[in-house]
């Protein structure tokens, strides 16, 4: 027998869970797509590394050459070559 002083607490239940569901799917939602943007975003990591690996090799290069030719010119002024 159910007291007449207390509510039915079917209908709120019943929304408190629809509540439950559809914040369950939103979040399911969410994590696909910062899923897919974490792989996005790992691939130009990826990329922007190996491009950066590839400007240091360059750049080392170039400082290596330029100190090699300046210790040159500087022998030649020197007259030690």
Do not use: C
């Not at 943007?37 to 950066?52: G, P, S």
């Not at 050459?65 to 070559?81: D, R, V």
């Amino acid at each position: 027998m159910a007291d007449p002083n207390i509510p039915n607490l079917e209908p709120r239940v019943a929304v408190l869970e629809q509540i439950a569901l559809d914040t369950q799917r939103a979040l399911d939602r969410i994590e696909k797509r910062l899923n897919v943007f974490e792989e996005r975003i790992d691939r130009r990591l990826e990329t922007l590394d190996r491009r950066q690996h590839t400007d240091f090799l360059w750049m080392l290069a170039i400082m290596l050459g330029g100190y090699a030719g300046m210790l040159a010119s500087m022998a030649h002024g020197f007259k030690w070559i």
